[in-house]
């Protein structure tokens, strides 16, 4: 039997919730979880405001652990490892995408937290492919929310290769924000940030960004024309898009890692005369992950956390709903 | 003096209209004209439709001609030679796009017909670098579509490194699209036709498409889901574009070089699943244009065009309104 936490009813609170979880099948591991970060997308799915929740449902996909058993087709990983696992913890492993190196984007990748328990747990389970060793030299105690926020982040100067010579900006320095500023500053970027928070501007400035802009004052980014050559937002509000897109440079890019839901009504216009795109991307590949955590340990950088116990991990969930968490909350047990 | 053909207010007739262009610029040439085609960007500006126009406006900027005078300091052409000319008349030559070879995309690029005078007349002057050479092999009479229409859609092949094994759709084929269609055939591509128009969809076999869709045809479009590596939208309508984004294959590109004025209403959740992304170009650089009149030539791509004498211009402004050309309107002299 596993031990878990779940959310029985659509913006509930965690309660104890034991479950079989069966046979171990032949490809999965079966990780005793040490750590869980908490991620925005734990609120959207315990609120339901995906549409896609089913209760009772167990929250977590900022996994740290250990191997604990092993299915009998699995040659990659061993029992003790040290691991992690995020929003994905299946692929279908034979697509062209999965044959490509892009789990990440596989049709039939499995969300640890969408019809199956998640994180918030004594223990979870998910196919080997989808599980991630963790290197000696990266913390465990910080490590979950590698897993989604960081690799979220991450993932985009992979894909789109930015390079360090590059002008970025990030929108919003919360759980993505913050490690994008750590990861930027380190890639040999030159980074702003955006954020609505003075006190946060200080921040930011020790987080990694070598300037700030404030959000909220149209004059400031106004100021700031055909500066970026990549935006990140990773904030879930409607903001005025097409003003920050007068803030790309020629072929720069406005790309979106943060879910907002409100269309983003762009105009044509905007993106024509500079060759600008706008696009989006969800978390990275473990093959990606890997790399990050390569990168991350050379130039030592971790998230920086709250820490709450999984037995208070109410009060956990309350504190990343208010917006105040620096910059993530994990639980441990 | 400059014999032309002008608008006085937005949306009138073409009228007679002398100017005297002044004593030539040293970095200048003049072209005579033989030919002009007509883009729905003229008609947009005899329209004042983007609040740009100035009257007298004397509109085109799709012109072929050959060099009847010649600026002291240009080197690179000759008198009589042939030569074409679109969208922009000069660049600031300096800067850090310029200099890059990026010269569509220089701030002070010069539009033909924004604030100066067009192709609408016996002669036009602009500056050598904006002025591309004909190569023998093209026809004079129906390469001035090329300059604009057919700039814009090549652009974004060499831009985005289409490749010949990606599948692309086109939507609208009109004066743009019915080029994009013969590009995309001869690149190699898996081409694909979005047309309202039924009598259209074997008019797109014929120029090239491999398949047709009906874009008023929802369940239709919701079968290509995953399908296009690449969609190039030539309308200055608004379609249902997060529907258009399910026909995206991972890491594909809704991209626009037809000027929709309304907003694109994206949602993130479109593209973040897939790693799509959306954007826009204008027209090609010089240099770009003169591999497309190369890749043009080598395979025998030209404009389909109607043709109309210069003193016959209102009619054939009037022929391209009604939206029944095929699929470009050329005046000759």
């Given at each position: 039997m596993i031990n878990a936490l779940a959310i029985l009813e659509p913006g509930g609170k965690l309660e104890p919730f034991r479950y079989d979880p069966g046979e171990l099948s032949t490809h999965d591991v079966e990780i005793a979880v040490s750590h869980c970060g908490i991620c925005h997308s734990d609120l959207s799915m315990i609120d339901n405001e995906w549409g896609r929740s089913q209760y009772p449902l167990v929250p977590g996909h900022e996994v740290v652990g250990t191997i604990s058993a092993l299915g009998s087709?699995?040659?990659?990983l061993s029992l003790g490892q040290n691991v992690g696992l995020g929003w994905?913890?299946?692929?279908?492993?034979?697509c062209s995408l999965c044959m490509n190196g892009d789990h990440n984007l596989c049709?039939?990748?499995?969300?640890?937290?969408?019809?199956r328990h998640g994180g918030f747990a004594d223990k979870v389970r998910a196919d080997a492919t989808s599980v991630v060793p963790i290197p000696d030299g990266i913390a465990l105690d910080t490590a979950g929310p590698m897993f989604c926020a960081g690799s979220t982040v991450f993932n985009p100067l992979v894909e789109y290769e930015i390079k360090p010579t590059a002008k970025v900006g990030v929108i919003g320095i919360g759980g993505l924000g913050h490690l994008a500023l750590k990861f930027l500053n380190a890639w040999g970027c030159e980074v702003t940030a955006f954020t609505s928070s003075e006190s946060k501007a200080s921040e930011a400035s020790a987080l990694g960004a070598h300037n700030t802009i404030n959000s909220r004052d149209p004059e400031q980014i106004k100021q700031a024309k055909d500066r970026f050559d990549f935006i990140l937002s990773t904030v879930n509000v409607k903001l005025d898009w097409n003003l920050y897109l007068t803030t790309l440079s020629p072929r720069g890019r406005l790309h979106f890692v943060g879910i907002t839901l409100e269309p983003l009504d762009i105009a044509v216009f905007s993106m024509l005369g500079s060759l600008r795109s706008v696009s989006a991307s969800p978390v990275s590949s473990p093959t990606t992950m890997s790399r990050m955590l390569e990168f991350a340990r050379r130039h030592n950088i971790q998230p920086s956390v709250e820490k709450f116990r999984f037995d208070d991990a109410n009060d956990a969930v309350d504190r990343l709903r208010s917006g105040e968490a620096h910059y993530r909350v994990v639980l441990e047990r």
């Amino acid at each position: 039997m596993i031990n878990a936490l779940a959310i029985l009813e659509p913006g509930g609170k965690l309660e104890p919730f034991r479950y079989d979880p069966g046979e171990l099948s032949t490809h999965d591991v079966e990780i005793a979880v040490s750590h869980c970060g908490i991620c925005h997308s734990d609120l959207s799915m315990i609120d339901n405001e995906w549409g896609r929740s089913q209760y009772p449902l167990v929250p977590g996909h900022e996994v740290v652990g250990t191997i604990s058993a092993l299915g009998s087709n699995v040659k990659n990983l061993s029992l003790g490892q040290n691991v992690g696992l995020g929003w994905q913890s299946s692929y279908c492993n034979h697509c062209s995408l999965c044959m490509n190196g892009d789990h990440n984007l596989c049709r039939e990748a499995q969300p640890t937290i969408v019809g199956r328990h998640g994180g918030f747990a004594d223990k979870v389970r998910a196919d080997a492919t989808s599980v991630v060793p963790i290197p000696d030299g990266i913390a465990l105690d910080t490590a979950g929310p590698m897993f989604c926020a960081g690799s979220t982040v991450f993932n985009p100067l992979v894909e789109y290769e930015i390079k360090p010579t590059a002008k970025v900006g990030v929108i919003g320095i919360g759980g993505l924000g913050h490690l994008a500023l750590k990861f930027l500053n380190a890639w040999g970027c030159e980074v702003t940030a955006f954020t609505s928070s003075e006190s946060k501007a200080s921040e930011a400035s020790a987080l990694g960004a070598h300037n700030t802009i404030n959000s909220r004052d149209p004059e400031q980014i106004k100021q700031a024309k055909d500066r970026f050559d990549f935006i990140l937002s990773t904030v879930n509000v409607k903001l005025d898009w097409n003003l920050y897109l007068t803030t790309l440079s020629p072929r720069g890019r406005l790309h979106f890692v943060g879910i907002t839901l409100e269309p983003l009504d762009i105009a044509v216009f905007s993106m024509l005369g500079s060759l600008r795109s706008v696009s989006a991307s969800p978390v990275s590949s473990p093959t990606t992950m890997s790399r990050m955590l390569e990168f991350a340990r050379r130039h030592n950088i971790q998230p920086s956390v709250e820490k709450f116990r999984f037995d208070d991990a109410n009060d956990a969930v309350d504190r990343l709903r208010s917006g105040e968490a620096h910059y993530r909350v994990v639980l441990e047990r």
